[in-house]
């Protein structure tokens, strides 16, 4: 199994950019998919989830991160807008087999590499 995360960049402070997720071998429509952050210095954070049409965001990104599902490619996207220099982070996506387990990170089963965002002010 791996997950291959992409999209990260260097972007100014409101802006957008888009991270993808790709898996293979395992069917994301199996599980939850979900994205966490690190930023330096800091622990690893829940960001948001999704499985199916149920979504979960953190406070701190709601209405201005969008996460979905492209099944038949099997990849999780996460479209951020409005990005703020607190949103700089490597952005790691993961799978988790169970929906109630979203926010907890060790719970997760497969993890991907992680990409980075850099917000410039």
């Known amino acids: 199994v791996q997950l291959q995360a992409s999209g990260g960049g260097l972007v100014q402070a409101g802006g957008s950019l888009r991270l993808s997720c790709a898996a293979s071998?395992?069917?994301?429509?199996?599980?939850?998919v979900g994205w966490f952050r690190q930023g330096p210095g800091k622990e690893r954070r829940f960001v948001t989830a999704i499985s199916g049409a149920t979504t979960l965001y953190a406070d701190s990104v709601r209405g201005r991160f969008t996460i979905s599902s492209d099944d038949a490619k099997n990849t999780v996207y996460l479209l951020m807008n409005s990005l703020k220099p607190e949103d700089t982070a490597v952005y790691y996506c993961?799978?988790?087999?169970?929906?109630?387990?979203?926010?907890?990170?060790?719970?997760?089963?497969?993890w991907g590499q992680g990409t980075l965002v850099t917000v410039s002010s």
């Open positions: 071998g395992l069917t994301f429509s199996g599980y939850a």
């Open positions: 993961a799978a988790v087999a169970k929906w109630r387990y979203v926010r907890i990170r060790d719970k997760y089963d497969y």
